[in-house]
């Protein structure tokens, strides 16, 4: 007997959001529901131990049903700002974990688990239904189950033909009947008004069904119910149509397309990224992954030959591995060993097309490898960061594979080395996981056997087929030139300054963190003073019960699970009693202890003794570097206690001073360009302060006769059209009427014309083609910008005002950085760069390099790309990053 198991993924995200407190990962993004369900789907696999797996989302929220009512679940709140990207996200999971998921345009996740379900269970297979939603209980039958989430994310019901009766009193033939009469208050269905649960079942138990409750009409006791029948009776019927599930969807699947083939190699990076370390072993074992690899391929597999590569002495290397590689173009793929940035050869597999060899033990060292990329005509490699941080991150000049010949007339030698998932995340930035399952699908190449040596060898193999085409792709999408200009370079860079590291001064860390968490225990008790009580301050529920009952503090929000202790919340009640001032320093404090402090001891490498972050290349949608391991992007600067932990990094030995170079308002200067805007542009031709300028602009007034605040607001909308702000957000972010706020952005848009015509033309190419670019080509799809939902294509309308803006100004600092990296090599400094934050760069300089660092910086910053309005860049220095600004 085999069992398919069909999860409805709205419900169980929604309940997994509701259940957990919030959660993100070390990049800032959204991931409580997300790893509530993969708790949920642990459970699961250990309890049902299902063969087949298919998980069915809604799609959007117009279906058949909304044409028949447009009220249909009219009712329903938008989903929160923290769970709604959670949606794409889930997805992206489920697909690196190789399960099936569904969804149809038109029709709700119940529809396609109804169909699933009648379809395909059977005498030999039984069907487990994994809900939130009791309108799936009319799915019971022989063959087919419930399970039903009760509280939490761990209690289920598992409801059966034979035990629904004794639960709730009818059975799975009356469901649909009960809903008919007394309606859905959580879908908005209508049912008869007055008709509450138990007059439903008493009419059904007498009756039979819907059809026997209007037959008999004249034996319904009670006159008003049933003058509330006779009235109603249309929509009696109205919503029993919309309360039925479909079940006979004509959906392409067979038992075969629900067995799962998970890859490690994608979903375990992915869960790493996510901060999912705890879940991941227990997921493996539950799917048992353990004991077998999931995707082992068959005869007919590209890689069927490579089950057992061959393992080749030092002897025989010496006489066969030059000819291997020479003038070949060579794919290579590795385990390494050590820590970030520090990697070494652990094993090595090299395909050269026809054949493919592995190194590993002794043979596996930095200069074979060297050797064999260097003497190859091409290098392909799914990871060349870390390529080149094996082969130890020396000048380019000593890479060959590294130097671009971008002056050749010959295309085919412009480019050396091919990253493959460099390429893919070009072509597509908005995916999380880029590992070689999505590769394989996304080039058309068989898939690669999962786990140790066959998934080495088969990436080996798997990269001769994919660079070909990953290359044309990219050519086709016009990015050739932003992979080979500015990201092929980039990777050099980024290992040159993962190398680099920055030195971070233990022992003020540890007085840092004695304060700290001496200033937290303080708060700590000041709060259980004003409340009158001790409880778990991090508990939002008990929080809640403090704030709005013990002490009577005017609610101002409420949740699904009660009431709403967020920072807006907390931000409103600050004068309504001194417990709250408290609570917003302890979240606070906390926050910067258990997310910096106590991170970064750990992190401290023990024989450099420098923090040596990861940049991320491959992360956001924009083109933006991202940081993590300890994400050094996200420390707050403008806060005093942001600042003092900032105050930690110092010049290391050898080195005198901290030099930071950053773009003045590099996004605004950006959109001026863009949008040839002759105000924007002469302001800063004219080196106008840009905000008190615009506020002049606005407001009619002389620069001078501008007041502080009045240039606030100019701020504020001068940053905020970039992001296609709204009345309602400008409002919400001044302070002010939306009336107001809209006057404001119709004055801006009269003073600066061609920004609106900028902004428009951008939606209206969003609109017609589905992308927006930068600048320098970078590519941003928006598949929500066509939607019927007006919340998703309002966002993708803003993005499309805004990649291009971001976008450019991301790849303007990736040229700066390039250029500034090589300047200093080429100079032969000593000085060397160390890190990028956003539109900031950090060097470690000596004192006898400092001005002309400081000059170099400048002249390399300001020069990279010539635009309508020149890029200024301030510099400053210290011996601390708190004080170079």
């Known amino acids: 007997m085999s069992k398919l198991m069909i999860i409805d993924g709205s419900s169980l995200l929604?309940?997994?959001?509701?259940?957990?407190?919030?959660?993100?990962?070390?990049?800032?993004?959204?991931?409580?529901?997300?790893?509530?369900?993969?708790?949920?789907?642990?459970?699961?696999?250990?309890?049902?131990?299902?063969?087949?797996?298919?998980?069915?989302?809604?799609?959007?929220?117009?279906?058949?049903?909304?044409?028949?009512?447009?009220?249909?679940?009219?009712?329903?709140?938008?989903?929160?700002?923290?769970?709604?990207?959670?949606?794409?996200?889930?997805?992206?999971?489920?697909?690196?974990?190789?399960?099936?998921?569904?969804?149809?345009?038109?029709?709700?996740?119940?529809?396609?688990?109804?169909?699933?379900?009648?379809?395909?269970?059977?005498?030999?297979?039984?069907?487990?239904?994994?809900?939130?939603?009791?309108?799936?209980?009319?799915?019971?039958?022989?063959?087919?189950?419930?399970?039903?989430?009760?509280?939490?994310?761990?209690?289920?019901?598992?409801?059966?033909?034979?035990?629904?009766?004794?639960?709730?009193?009818?059975?799975p033939e009356l469901v649909i009947e009960m809903?008919?009469?007394?309606?859905?208050?959580?879908?908005?269905?209508?049912?008869?008004?007055?008709?509450?649960?138990?007059?439903?079942?008493?009419?059904?138990?007498?009756?039979?069904?819907?059809?026997?409750?209007?037959?008999?009409?004249?034996?319904?006791?009670?006159?008003?119910?049933?003058?509330?029948?006779?009235?109603?009776?249309?929509?009696?019927?109205?919503?029993?149509?919309?309360?039925?599930?479909?079940?006979?969807?004509?959906?392409?699947?067979?038992?075969?397309?629900?067995?799962?083939?998970?890859?490690?190699?994608?979903?375990?990076?992915?869960?790493?990224?996510?901060?999912?370390?705890?879940?991941?072993?227990?997921?493996?074992?539950?799917?048992?992954?353990?004991?077998?690899?999931?995707?082992?391929?068959?005869?007919?597999?590209?890689?069927?030959?490579?089950?057992?590569?061959?393992?080749?002495?030092?002897?025989?290397?010496?006489?066969?591995?030059?000819?291997?590689?020479?003038?070949?173009?060579?794919?290579?793929?590795?385990?390494?060993?050590?820590?970030?940035?520090?990697?070494?050869?652990?094993?090595?597999?090299?395909?050269?097309?026809?054949?493919?060899?592995?190194?590993?033990?002794?043979?596996?060292?930095?200069?074979?490898?060297?050797?064999?990329?260097?003497?190859?005509?091409?290098?392909?490699?799914?990871?060349?960061?870390?390529?080149l941080e094996m082969l130890g991150v020396m000048a380019p000049a000593d890479i060959a594979i590294y130097t671009a010949a971008s002056n050749t007339e010959d295309e085919a030698e412009a480019v050396r080395l091919y990253d493959v998932t460099l390429m893919a995340y070009l072509a597509d930035p908005t995916r999380i996981n880029y590992g070689i399952g999505y590769l394989c699908e996304r080039f058309e190449v068989p898939a690669v056997p999962d786990g140790g040596a066959m998934e080495l060898a088969g990436t080996a193999v798997a990269l001769q087929a994919m660079y070909g085409p990953a290359a044309e792709l990219l050519k086709?999408?016009?990015?050739?030139?932003?992979?080979?200009?500015?990201?092929?370079?980039?990777?050099?860079?980024?290992?040159?300054?993962?190398?680099?590291?920055?030195?971070?001064?233990?022992?003020?860390?540890?007085?840092?963190?004695?304060?700290?968490?001496?200033?937290?225990?303080?708060?700590?008790?000041?709060?259980?003073?004003?409340?009158?009580?001790?409880?778990?301050?991090?508990?939002?529920?008990?929080?809640?019960?403090?704030?709005?009952?013990?002490?009577?503090?005017?609610?101002?929000?409420?949740?699904?699970?009660?009431?709403?202790?967020?920072?807006?919340?907390?931000?409103?009640?600050?004068?309504?009693?001194?417990?709250?001032?408290?609570?917003?320093?302890?979240?606070?404090?906390?926050?910067l202890l258990s997310t910096y402090i106590d991170g970064l001891e750990d992190l401290i490498n023990p024989d450099t003794k420098r923090i040596h972050t990861s940049f991320n290349q491959m992360v956001t949608a924009t083109g933006r570097l991202s940081s993590s391991n300890p994400n050094l992007q996200n420390i707050p600067v403008r806060t005093e206690k942001g600042k003092e932990i900032r105050g930690l990094f110092l010049p290391g030995e050898g080195y005198d001073w901290l030099v930071s170079a950053d773009y003045s308002q590099i996004e605004l200067r950006v959109l001026a360009h863009l949008s040839e805007d002759p105000a924007l542009i002469k302001a800063f031709n004219d080196g106008m302060d840009i905000h008190r300028f615009t506020a002049a602009e606005v407001l009619g007034k002389s620069p001078e006769e501008v007041t502080s605040e009045e240039r606030s607001h100019a701020k504020a909308v001068n940053f905020g059209i970039i992001y296609g702000i709204s009345d309602f957000g400008l409002s919400r972010d001044l302070g002010i009427t939306r009336e107001a706020a809209k006057n404001y952005i119709s004055l801006y848009f009269s003073r600066y014309p061609k920004v609106k015509a900028y902004m428009d033309a951008m939606v209206a190419m969003a609109h017609e083609t589905g992308t927006v670019r930068t600048m320098f080509g970078r590519l941003r799809a928006l598949p929500d910008i066509n939607s019927r939902n007006f919340n998703r294509r309002s966002f993708a309308e803003r993005t499309a005002m805004n990649t291009p803006i971001q976008g450019t100004a991301a790849d303007i600092i990736k040229l700066a950085m390039n250029k500034v990296e090589a300047r200093l090599r080429d100079g032969g400094y000593t000085s060397r760069l160390l890190l990028q934050v956003h539109d900031e760069l950090v060097l470690e300089v000596t004192n006898e390099e400092k001005d002309a660092v400081e000059a170099l910086l400048k002249e390399c910053m300001e020069s990279v790309v010539q635009l309508a309005v020149p890029l200024i860049v301030d510099v400053h220095s210290a011996t601390t990053w708190a004080d170079v600004k």
């Open 14 to 171: 929604y309940r997994a959001f509701f259940a957990l407190p919030p959660l993100n990962n070390a990049l800032g993004v959204p991931t409580n529901a997300v790893y509530g369900f993969l708790t949920m789907l642990t459970k699961l696999y250990d309890e049902i131990h299902p063969d087949y797996i298919a998980v069915a989302f809604d799609k959007g929220k117009e279906t058949f049903r909304t044409e028949l009512y447009p009220d249909y679940k009219g009712n329903r709140p938008n989903a929160p700002d923290d769970l709604r990207p959670q949606f794409a996200l889930i997805r992206e999971v489920l697909e690196a974990l190789g399960i099936k998921v569904i969804e149809e345009e038109g029709y709700e996740g119940d529809d396609i688990i109804g169909s699933l379900s009648k379809s395909l269970g059977n005498a030999d297979t039984d069907v487990y239904i994994i809900t939130g939603d009791r309108d799936s209980l009319q799915l019971v039958d022989e063959y087919s189950r419930v399970l039903l989430t009760k509280k939490g994310i761990s209690d289920m019901l598992t409801v059966t033909p034979d035990t629904m009766k004794e639960i709730y009193g009818y059975g």
């Open 179 to 387: 809903k008919s009469l007394m309606g859905d208050s959580s879908d908005n269905i209508p049912g008869v008004p007055g008709v509450g649960e138990k007059t439903a079942l008493k009419l059904l138990n007498q009756f039979g069904s819907l059809e026997g409750v209007y037959d008999n009409l004249e034996a319904v006791s009670g006159k008003k119910l049933k003058e509330r029948l006779t009235e109603n009776k249309d929509l009696a019927f109205l919503s029993r149509e919309l309360a039925t599930i479909k079940t006979d969807m004509d959906l392409p699947y067979t038992l075969d397309d629900f067995v799962q083939h998970a890859h490690t190699t994608e979903f375990i990076p992915l869960f790493d990224k996510l901060g999912f370390h705890a879940v991941t072993p227990r997921l493996m074992r539950a799917m048992g992954l353990e004991e077998s690899a999931t995707n082992t391929g068959d005869s007919d597999s590209l890689f069927a030959d490579f089950a057992n590569p061959p393992e080749i002495t030092w002897q025989e290397k010496e006489a066969f591995v030059p000819s291997f590689w020479q003038d070949k173009v060579i794919s290579i793929a590795f385990e390494a060993a050590g820590t970030s940035p520090f990697w070494n050869p652990k094993v090595v597999f090299i395909s050269n097309g026809d054949d493919v060899i592995r190194l590993d033990g002794d043979d596996a060292n930095r200069e074979t490898v060297l050797c064999a990329c260097n003497e190859a005509k091409a290098v392909i490699t799914t990871d060349s960061k870390m390529l």
């Open 476 to 591: 086709e999408q016009q990015l050739w030139d932003l992979y080979k200009d500015v990201e092929l370079p980039l990777v050099y860079t980024l290992a040159v300054m993962e190398k680099n590291g920055i030195y971070i001064n233990p022992e003020r860390l540890q007085a840092l963190r004695q304060r700290f968490t001496e200033e937290v225990e303080t708060l700590r008790q000041r709060i259980y003073e004003e409340a009158g009580e001790t409880f778990n301050i991090n508990s939002p529920k008990q929080l809640g019960h403090i704030l709005f009952e013990t002490l009577q503090l005017p609610v101002i929000k409420k949740t699904k699970t009660g009431y709403s202790t967020d920072a807006e919340v907390l931000d409103m009640l600050r004068a309504e009693h001194p417990i709250v001032e408290d609570i917003l320093a302890y979240r606070t404090v906390a926050k």
